[in-house]
């Protein structure tokens, strides 16, 4: 099958990091407790960026008080660029507990963050929406043999006040709704159709650079299978929506989801194939698919494993959609990458709650037989915080 695109332009976006100023804070500290409580002197202990992982705080309420210095490794945090804002919190609220410093340093499609990784750019923690991009095929030497999966997302379709103003967008709206109150399949049948059909503009990301892209093909393949002929349904009918599309030039593409956001806002596209936490980080509105298409919920893996996609010489094949962690071989500072990926594991149902995401409870550790894995990662498996779910590879 061959899946066309149409390109879009996309600017990167750099961000900056300010040093802390916890030093000072904590000496001030000290001396009025001292003052009050009269006493002669205390004796404090000098914390470094090799803080034991296990001494990590279990909740972000709890930041330390001793003079601690901030003057560590910075982490260089690269993450799909759907999770900018979900990374930036764990940053910030790291830095608070541990006083590493911890910016966001780049953020691609997954594909091409993991391209970036194996040709050595310097990185210290990679945050990844496909377990695809935190194995040996992405991230080539940089593949330490084990990640963890922490939260779940599904796929979504956005659409803004601005996009939908044709006549055109109106009906597949319309139809939308009909679908979701009705949830017949000749009803979702109807949507699709239409969503297809030409007389809108559809938003696919670039599949080879960013997982978005080629869930969204298998969003439609699977919608061909539970809604096809008119919503009879059957895997005859897998790539009828797909070749809709393809056939009624249907589809625009840029180099991300993320990346097409101005396009929907302004609208030069109609509707937007992407996650449903990018949906409410980004405020756009919510077209919320059925659990039967939208690559959401475990228990139907079975059926989601039917939809397939050729990504960058590798065949893809549907699941439900995590969130991954990794420490690249040759992390900076791979102390404090660790303790980033343990303090995330402790922390991430509590920082991450309001971004939409689903928590995935206990965390998952996949590691292969002659991965070495960090002490403290294995001791989380130990206390049950996390569980081992066999290789990565």
């Known amino acids: 099958m061959n899946y066309r695109v149409k390109l879009l332009s996309?600017?990167?976006?750099?961000?900056?990091?300010?040093?802390?100023?916890?030093?000072?804070?904590?000496v001030l500290v000290v001396i009025v407790i001292i003052l009050a409580a009269g006493l002669g002197y205390f004796a404090l202990?000098?914390?470094t960026s090799t803080t034991t992982v296990t001494t990590l705080p279990t909740t972000v309420t709890s930041v330390k008080t001793a003079t601690t210095s901030c003057t560590a490794t910075p982490l260089l945090?690269?993450?799909?660029?759907?999770?900018p804002l979900e990374?930036?919190?764990?940053?910030?609220?790291?830095?608070?507990?541990?006083?590493?410093?911890?910016?966001?340093a780049e953020e691609q499609g997954t594909g091409a963050d993991a391209a970036l990784i194996a040709a050595g750019d310097p990185v210290s923690v990679f945050l990844s929406i496909s377990k695809g991009g935190v194995q040996s095929a992405d991230l080539g030497s940089e593949y330490p043999g084990w990640a963890v999966s922490f939260a779940s997302d599904e796929m979504a379709i956005a659409y803004t006040s601005a996009s939908t103003t044709s006549s055109a967008a109106q009906a597949v709206l319309t139809a939308y709704n009909t679908a979701t109150s009705s949830n017949t399949t000749a009803a979702w049948y109807t949507f699709f159709n239409d969503l297809t059909s030409g007389s809108v503009k559809v938003g696919i990301s670039n599949p080879n650079l960013d997982p978005a892209g080629y869930r969204a093909w298998?969003?439609?393949q699977l919608a061909g299978i539970a809604y096809g002929n008119s919503g009879s349904g059957g895997t005859a009918y897998q790539q009828s929506f797909v070749n809709s599309v393809l056939t009624n030039n249907a589809n625009v593409t840029g180099a991300s989801a993320a990346a097409l956001?101005?396009?929907?806002?302004?609208?030069?596209i109609?509707?937007?194939?992407?996650?449903?936490s990018d949906i409410a980080s980004n405020g756009l509105t919510l077209m919320q698919l059925p659990n039967e298409v939208n690559l959401g919920v475990v228990a139907n893996n079975n059926f989601y494993k039917q939809a397939t996609y050729p990504s960058a010489g590798v065949t893809e094949t549907g699941a439900a959609i995590s969130l991954w962690l990794s420490v690249p071989l040759d992390a900076t500072n791979p102390t404090g990458s660790v303790e980033f990926v343990v303090y995330t594991i402790q922390n991430y149902q509590t920082v991450l709650k309001s971004f939409g995401l689903t928590p995935i409870t206990p965390a998952q550790l996949y590691a292969d037989s002659n991965a070495t894995v960090p002490s403290s990662i294995t001791a989380l498996v130990t206390s049950g915080t996390l569980v081992n779910e066999g290789a990565l590879a």
């Open 10 to 26: 996309r600017s990167g976006r750099t961000f900056s990091m300010s040093k802390g100023i916890a030093t000072i804070v904590a």
């Open 218 to 220: 298998m969003v439609l």
């Open 270 to 276: 109609n509707f937007l194939f992407i996650y449903k």
């Open 77 to 83: 945090l690269y993450t799909s660029d759907a999770y």
């Open 45 to 47: 202990t000098k914390s």
């Open 261 to 268: 956001i101005p396009a929907l806002a302004t609208g030069q």
């Open 87 to 104: 990374e930036t919190a764990l940053a910030g609220n790291f830095t608070a507990a541990t006083c590493i410093p911890a910016v966001v």
